[in-house]
């Protein structure tokens, strides 16, 4: 435990080996307040490897190393320091750590993870939400996925929206779409049972005879199902995992966001700083984001689910959050060829396509902006320390 002129250490316990939105928007966040002068002092513990995308400011301390294992215990059962786990709620190692030590200043952060643990496994988040002083939740989705599960009590949740860096500067619009070239849509994720890329594979079979073309970034356990299904068409490239996020959706004219279940939805985000519009499923958090005829459009996941997943693959929730109600319900797909509709009625459209860009980028810089996250983070912080 380190403290320099009186000012507050805050620990943050996040996994660092794979590439997501969590990671995204920690890495933005821990950037920013390097640009600032700061009333806290950041130490960064993981569990694993670092992936290679990833710089951060401060060293990240790897807690299969045992001296750091104990620096993390001496963290975690001092009164004066606020230890920040992320995505860590469902996890029987963390449980059983924090089982046997006393917590004074926990939070837990939850970004997802409460999707895929079944109802009947409730005493283990529960348990970690006891011990917390503070959940957040990276959506209203989010919170009320915890208060139906594991019946968190309302007053111990606070909705903390991602943010994302607006000061990049990309040159809009460059490589988009012009008269009688091909419309390049685009999926960006990991590829995996919760984003239904294979309903957007189906919708590409509806859309052969147009001049439209899908862009798949992203790898993942489905890669070569997803490949079979596609294989025997010729509007379909996989290009793999790619470092910059921003690149690719700026050259593409359409971003099709096709979740089966999405907490957030991050990548709409990053959209929306290209003025790159979205077309996405009308699920659990994405909602909070795009709003329907006004910076992008959604579609109503009726469909039953159309693909058998391998066993590794990421297990479907048991329900989802239908966005209007707030009540859950089941996992549901949206219609491929009512996708493939959209998407060919949006390539003709630019003038609707261009006030979805704009709108989305406003909605982007105005609101869900690293500075804004910065400062209702803080605010949780603070609350703490009382």
């Not at 130490?43 to 290679?52: A, E, L, P, R």
């Not at 993942?220 to 997803?226: H, I, R």
């Not at 050259?251 to 003025?275: M, Q, T």
Request: charged share 20%; aromatic share 10%.
């Amino acid at each position: 435990m380190e403290f320099t002129n009186n000012r507050k250490v805050i620990v943050h316990f996040v996994g660092l080996s794979g590439i997501g939105g969590v990671q995204s928007n920690f890495i933005e966040y821990m950037k920013n307040i390097e640009l600032y002068p700061s009333e806290y002092i950041h130490k960064v513990y993981t569990f694993g490897g670092i992936d290679k995308n990833y710089q951060l400011p401060v060293d990240v301390l790897d807690i299969r190393k045992i001296l750091n294992l104990y620096r993390l215990i001496l963290d975690v059962i001092s009164r004066d320091v606020i230890v920040h786990f992320y995505n860590n709620l469902c996890s029987l190692n963390v449980a059983l750590f924090l089982f046997f030590l006393p917590v004074h200043k926990l939070i837990v952060h939850e970004r997802g993870t409460i999707w895929n643990q079944p109802s009947s496994s409730w005493l283990i988040p529960s348990f970690i939400a006891w011990k917390a002083s503070v959940v957040i939740s990276n959506s209203f989705a989010t919170k009320t996925m915890l208060i139906k599960k594991i019946f968190i009590s309302d007053k111990k949740i606070r909705v903390l929206h991602n943010g994302i860096n607006t000061s990049l500067n990309y040159e809009y619009g460059d490589n988009r779409v012009k008269s009688n070239t091909i419309f390049r849509v685009g999926f960006l994720g990991r590829l995996d049972s919760p984003k239904g890329v294979h309903v957007l594979i189906d919708a590409m079979h509806h859309l052969i005879n147009e001049k439209i073309e899908l862009v798949i970034a992203g790898e993942g356990v489905l890669s070569s199902v997803l490949n079979k299904r596609a294989s025997k068409l010729n509007n379909i490239e996989f290009i793999g995992r790619i470092d910059n996020p921003y690149f690719f959706l700026n050259k593409i004219d359409l971003l099709v966001v096709p979740s089966i279940r999405e907490p957030f939805g991050n990548v709409c985000l990053e959209a929306g700083l290209c003025k790159t519009p979205v077309l996405a499923a009308n699920i659990d958090g994405i909602p909070e984001i795009i709003e329907h005829g006004v910076n992008g459009e959604l579609i109503d996941a009726a469909d039953k689910i159309s693909i058998n997943f391998p066993q590794n693959a990421v297990p479907l929730p048991e329900f989802v959050i239908d966005p209007i109600s707030y009540k859950p319900q089941a996992p549901r797909q949206i219609n491929s060829l009512l996708l493939a509709n959209k998407i060919l009625e949006l390539s003709i459209n630019q003038d609707k396509l261009t006030q979805y860009a704009d709108g989305l980028h406003d909605r982007v810089v105005d609101y869900f902006n690293i500075e804004r996250y910065t400062k209702e983070l803080h605010a949780i912080y603070n609350e703490i320390n009382l």
